[in-house]
Nanobody, 125 residues
C-alpha cells in the first residue's frame, strides 16, 4: 500500500520559513517523479514544485521561484520543500504527489498517481 505522509506545516509570519517533508512508503521511490502542490480554500489544486525521479531536474512555479526549493533523498524515500520568504498568498494545504517516471514528466495534478493527506501552511502578517 502506497503512503505519502507530509509533515512540517504550521503557522508562520510573512517573511519566515518552513520546511515541508514527505515520507513515501509502499513504492519504489526512486522510480517516481515527485511534486508539491497546494490548494487554498475555494481554489483548485495548483502546482508548486517538481523534482524528477533521479533529482536531476527541478521546476518551481513562478509564484514560488526564488523562494521555494524542492529536494529529495532517494535513500530515505523523502522529498522536501524548503519555503523561504513566505507570503500571505502561500497559505494553503500542501500536498506531495508521486508520478511514475514512465508515465511522463508533466506537472498537471491529474497525472500524479499517489497523494498524501496534506499539511496546512498558514502565513500571517
Amino acid at each position: 500500500q502506497v503512503q505519502l505522509v507530509e509533515s512540517g506545516g504550521g503557522s508562520e509570519q510573512a517573511g519566515g520559513s518552513l520546511r515541508l517533508s514527505c515520507a513515501a512508503s509502499g513504492l519504489s521511490f526512486s522510480n517516481y517523479h515527485m511534486g508539491w502542490f497546494r490548494q487554498a480554500p475555494g481554489k483548485d489544486r495548483e502546482f508548486v514544485a517538481f523534482i524528477s525521479w533521479r533529482g536531476g531536474t527541478t521546476n518551481v512555479a513562478d509564484s514560488a521561484k526564488g523562494r521555494f526549493t524542492i529536494s529529495r533523498d532517494n535513500a530515505k524515500s523523502m522529498v522536501y520543500l524548503q519555503m523561504n520568504d513566505l507570503k500571505l498568498e502561500d497559505t494553503a494545504v500542501y500536498y506531495c504527489g508521486a508520478r511514475h517516471y514512465l508515465t511522463g514528466s508533466g506537472y498537471a495534478a491529474r497525472d500524479f498517481n499517489f497523494w498524501g493527506q496534506g499539511t496546512q501552511v498558514t502565513v500571517s502578517s
